[in-house]
C-alpha cells in the first residue's frame, strides 16, 4: 500500500500543460570557454582558437546568404545555369557552417548564430537589396570567397603551430578545399567569351 500512495503522489506532479514564457540566465557567455574538457588543449588556445572560428564563422554565413541571394535574384542569357550553380554552392556553404559551429562547441565554445551578429562581426561588404548584374553578383562571391580563404590559411597555420589539430584539418580539407573549388566555378563565368563565334573567313563566303 506505501508504495502504491508514493507512485501516486510522484505522477501527481506530472502535467501535460507546457511551462511557456520560461527565462533564465545564460548557461555560459559567449566568447568563453569550458574549463575542464580532456581534449589536450590548453584553456588559451581554446579560446584563442574559438574566437578565431567564430570569425570565420560569420564570414561563411554571410557567403552562405549572399550566394542565396544571388540565387533568387540573377538574371540574363546565364540564368539557369546560375540560378543551379549558386544553389548549389550555397548548400556546400550550409554544410560548412555546421562544420565551423560544432568544432566551436566542440572546443567548449559557443558559436555565433542569430542574423544581427552575424551581421555585426563579418568582414563581408554587405550588398544592396535590390537587384544586380551578372558581373556584380559574381565579383561579390569572389571578393566573398577570397576574405575566406585569406582567412582559413592563417588560421590553419596557427593550429597548427598551437597543436590543434583538428581544426587545421577541418580548415584545410573542407573549408579551403571547398571554397576554393567555388572560386574556380564562379571565376569561369567572367570569362569574355562571347556565346556565338563566326569566323571571317566563313563570313566572307557568306556574302
Do not use: C
Not at 507512485?7 to 559567449?30: C, D, F, G, M, V
Not at 543551379?84 to 556546400?92: G, I, P
Not at 597555420?157 to 567555388?182: K, Y
Amino acid at each position: 500500500m506505501p508504495t502504491k500512495r508514493n507512485n501516486h503522489r510522484s505522477t501527481a506532479k506530472i502535467s501535460a500543460q507546457p511551462r511557456l514564457h520560461q527565462s533564465a540566465n545564460e548557461i555560459q557567455a559567449y566568447g568563453t570557454v569550458n574549463h575542464l574538457l580532456p581534449l589536450e588543449l590548453e584553456e588559451p588556445v581554446r579560446l584563442e582558437i574559438t574566437a578565431q572560428l567564430n570569425q570565420l564563422l560569420a564570414d561563411t554565413m554571410t557567403l552562405r546568404d549572399l550566394y542565396k541571394k544571388s540565387h533568387w535574384q540573377t538574371a540574363g542569357p546565364t540564368f539557369y545555369q546560375l540560378h543551379l550553380l549558386f544553389d548549389k554552392h550555397y548548400d556546400e556553404q550550409v554544410e560548412l557552417v555546421d562544420a565551423i559551429a560544432e568544432r566551436i562547441q566542440l572546443l567548449g565554445g559557443v558559436s555565433i548564430a542569430m542574423a544581427a551578429d552575424v551581421a555585426e562581426t563579418t568582414q563581408i561588404a554587405r550588398p544592396p537589396r535590390g537587384r544586380e548584374v551578372v558581373p556584380v553578383q559574381l565579383s561579390r562571391l569572389l571578393d566573398a570567397h577570397q576574405v575566406i580563404i585569406g582567412e582559413v590559411r592563417k588560421l590553419a597555420r596557427r593550429a597548427s603551430d598551437l597543436g590543434d589539430d583538428g581544426t587545421n584539418d577541418l580548415l584545410i580539407s573542407q573549408v579551403l578545399r571547398t571554397n576554393e573549388l567555388q572560386v574556380w566555378f564562379v571565376s569561369e563565368h567572367l570569362v569574355n567569351v562571347p556565346l556565338v563565334q563566326v569566323k571571317e573567313a566563313a563570313a566572307a563566303g557568306a556574302a
